[in-house]
């Protein structure tokens, strides 16, 4: 197993119980709610920060948390995370180069582990619809509590449809402004075809100024220590 540190910034108030939040609709989706993909429907959403912290906030409440990078076409971890010392991702596994464990990182984040994407193969979705991909799934359920894997866009290549067939739900990360309705419609129904059971959706982006009730109230006792928020209905930044 590899071993890697994580510099994470540290999440104001708002975001923390914004992401507790999300922890718990997941939670009380049902017993049976295990392993989890985030998708977005164009790239630049935040689904990668998002999904990623949603891993984070698991782990802290106990669970043995695996998080997959399994954007093999364009990993936003890799650079985010300096995984230059990280010799082997989830690529490595589908190719049939690396075992289960020799692909995982354990961080310095209390039972959270990570495996990243890897080299970009030539057929990544060929890749996702062999046995290999079946194998990592089970692998992956025998050994954590809950499995977080942040897919690519579902409006772009095909990849989150085959990843939808072997997880147990989806969350769907919305940017608040940077598309229609009816695009989002369209990758809701895109999904549904595909058999994906869509727990939920993430509207990011949202710019919290402390409008309403609980902005004021917020605002006038959190607001002084943990500045300006600007995040997602359910957490942290997007992606930039």
Not at 1 to 19: G, T
Not at 142 to 158: C, W
Not at 223 to 237: D, T
């Amino acid at each position: 197993m590899q071993e890697l540190s994580i510099q994470q910034d540290e999440l104001d108030f708002r975001s923390k119980e914004a992401f507790k939040t999300l922890r718990t609709n997941i939670e009380f989706s049902g017993s049976h709610i295990q392993t989890i993909f985030f998708t977005s429907t164009i790239p630049n959403e935040g689904k990668s920060t998002v999904s990623f912290d949603c891993a984070c906030s698991f782990a802290e409440a106990g669970k043995r948390v695996l998080f997959v990078d399994a954007d093999l076409r364009k990993s936003v971890l890799k650079s985010r995370y300096k995984s230059g010392r990280v010799k082997y991702g989830f690529s490595h596994f589908l190719v049939g180069k690396n075992t289960f464990e020799e692909v995982i990182c354990e961080t310095d984040i209390p039972n959270l582990y990570l495996v990243f994407s890897g080299p970009v193969p030539p057929n990544p979705s060929e890749l996702l619809i062999s046995d290999r991909f079946n194998e990592f799934v089970e692998d992956a359920k025998a050994n954590f509590d809950m499995i977080i894997i942040d897919a690519p866009p579902v409006g772009s290549v095909i990849d989150a449809a085959i990843i939808s067939r072997k997880c147990d739900g989806g969350i769907l990360v919305i940017g608040s402004g940077d598309i229609s309705y009816r695009i989002v419609k369209k990758a809701k129904e895109q999904l549904e075809v595909a058999g994906c059971k869509l727990l939920g959706c993430v509207l990011n982006k949202i710019e919290a100024k402390g409008k309403g009730y609980y902005g004021k109230y917020y605002g006038k006792y959190y607001g002084k220590y943990y500045g300006k928020y600007y995040g997602n209905y359910y957490g942290n930044e997007s992606d930039r």
